[in-house]
């Protein structure tokens, strides 16, 4: 069934049959994410499907972890919970959940596709592979934003990077993938009133400039006809809280390797200030093409972010000077949000009109998609989603599927015969580069 999202927009359920199936646009440690058109709805989302025995099998590793008897549940509430708060958004920077699908043997939930693609991708086509500082600075102060925006509502991210940081159709940002993020029992974030709604789009595909001129990142380009609402989290809500044994603060191992926060290694809990050690991680990247900690292994790699100070080679710069106090090891002295929003790297920013920006440095060139009278896509009938995606992820059934599929391909003609190609096309990209999740868009 579906529900309610927080601006009453009614969040339909829909079924897999019928969903014209695009593409595969990329897989998580969960799911496959797949670029789909609903017929009746007039919609093309991003859908993430997950197999259910998947989650089970996870459920079953962690309670045997934990010496429990039988599953605790851990797996489906991470995923109750990323669908939650997707409900619950309403940020022009976060996604907006569009559907639900649910069938005995997969779950699956869409959100609003992002046609740039993400920002690891973008800086990975520049010459030098990595950014200016002009360019870095838009998309920091679009990411202070966004996290501001979470903490308010008591959610601590805990999986900023480069990858989970997509470019929306007008090239502003959208931060995805919730599955690690978490309620914590008290907030100390305050929200400033942010733009609920950017005005339509003013501007063909054909017209804008893939990257422009920034003045002060924030001072150009702003149309008078947008109008600001206070989007403030309201006192009730509906979040499962993680608490741990110091107040507002969590204790679980979660995160990417590379950008995980010392307090998080050290276990002596952790709250939103690991957003931050996340973000000066991201600036690193974002300017030298590469993350401060990286050692050859976990192991090195902890022991560098819990002892090393970051090589922030160059002459002294703004940009230099917020990452330091960004990957500052005590979260008790790192910068926090009123710090970071001060700071001289964000001088002359216009926070409130920072979403207003009409010619962001990127706008991907995307020709209208065609979706409905192309012959690239396949119904969800047709299309074996459950089959795809056990074919990356295995299952109990995935033999068989591959059974019957060969079948279908030997009794259906040509039609069959290019479905089947493209999926095998599909699994083929997905799992040769399994390993190099900046290739693909991962949830």
């Given at each position: ?220 380009g702003i149309s008078p006809d947008y109008s600001v609402q206070s989007s403030m989290p309201g006192p009730n809500s509906i979040f499962p809280v993680e608490s741990g044994p110091a107040a507002g603060k969590c204790n679980s191992f979660v995160g990417t390797e590379e950008y995980v926060a010392p307090e998080i290694i050290q276990g002596d809990g952790h709250d939103f200030a690991v957003d931050w ?117 295995g299952g109990a059934e995935s033999d068989r599927n591959k059974e019957e599929s060969e079948n279908k391909e030997k009794k259906g003609g040509d039609e069959n015969e290019n479905n089947n190609g493209n999926q095998r096309v599909w699994v083929e990209e997905l799992n040769e580069h399994s390993s190099k999740a900046n290739d693909f868009l991962v949830f």
């Amino acid at each position: 069934m579906g529900g309610d999202a927080a601006d009453g927009r009614q969040v339909p359920a829909v079924s897999l049959e019928g969903l014209k199936v695009v593409s595969a646009l990329g897989r998580g440690a969960k799911g496959v994410v797949f670029l789909v058109w609903d017929e009746a709805l007039d919609q093309t989302w991003a859908l993430k499907v997950i197999l259910r025995d998947n989650i089970q099998k996870k459920n079953d590793k962690e309670a045997e972890k934990a010496n429990a008897d039988g599953g605790d549940g851990d797996e489906y509430r991470r995923i109750a919970f990323e669908q939650e708060v997707l409900g619950q958004f309403d940020h022009p920077l976060l996604p907006k959940l569009r559907a639900v699908v649910s069938t005995e043997r997969i779950v699956g939930y869409a959100i609003d596709y992002c046609p740039g693609r993400d920002l690891n991708s973008l800086r990975k086509k520049q010459t030098e592979k990595m950014f200016s500082d002009e360019i870095i600075r838009f998309y920091a102060a679009e990411l202070v934003l966004a996290l501001e925006y979470l903490h308010s509502l008591g959610i601590v991210y805990r999986d900023l990077k480069p990858e989970n940081v997509m470019i929306q159709e007008d090239g502003h940002i959208m931060l995805v993938d919730f599955d690690l993020s978490t309620k914590l029992s008290s907030k100390s974030a305050q929200c400033s009133p942010i733009v609920a709604d950017r005005a339509p789009k003013l501007q063909s595909a054909k017209s804008r400039r893939r990257f422009s001129p920034l003045h002060g990142c924030c001072g150009s380009g702003i149309s008078p006809d947008y109008s600001v609402q206070s989007s403030m989290p309201g006192p009730n809500s509906i979040f499962p809280v993680e608490s741990g044994p110091a107040a507002g603060k969590c204790n679980s191992f979660v995160g990417t390797e590379e950008y995980v926060a010392p307090e998080i290694i050290q276990g002596d809990g952790h709250d939103f200030a690991v957003d931050w050690w996340s973000l000066g991680i991201f600036l690193h990247e974002m300017l030298y093409g590469t993350t401060p900690f990286r050692g050859s292994n976990r192991k090195e790699t902890f022991y560098r972010i819990l002892t090393k100070e970051p090589e922030l080679v160059g002459e002294p710069t703004a940009l230099r000077d917020l990452m330091r106090k960004l990957l500052e090891k005590d979260p008790r002295r790192r910068i926090g949000l009123e710090g970071i929003k001060g700071h001289e790297f964000f001088s002359g920013v216009r926070w409130d009109t920072v979403l207003r920006i009409q010619r962001p440095p990127y706008v991907p060139l995307v020709e209208e998609l065609e979706v409905r009278n192309s012959n690239n896509g396949d119904q969800a009938g047709s299309f074996d989603v459950v089959g795809f995606v056990e074919g990356i992820f295995g299952g109990a059934e995935s033999d068989r599927n591959k059974e019957e599929s060969e079948n279908k391909e030997k009794k259906g003609g040509d039609e069959n015969e290019n479905n089947n190609g493209n999926q095998r096309v599909w699994v083929e990209e997905l799992n040769e580069h399994s390993s190099k999740a900046n290739d693909f868009l991962v949830f």
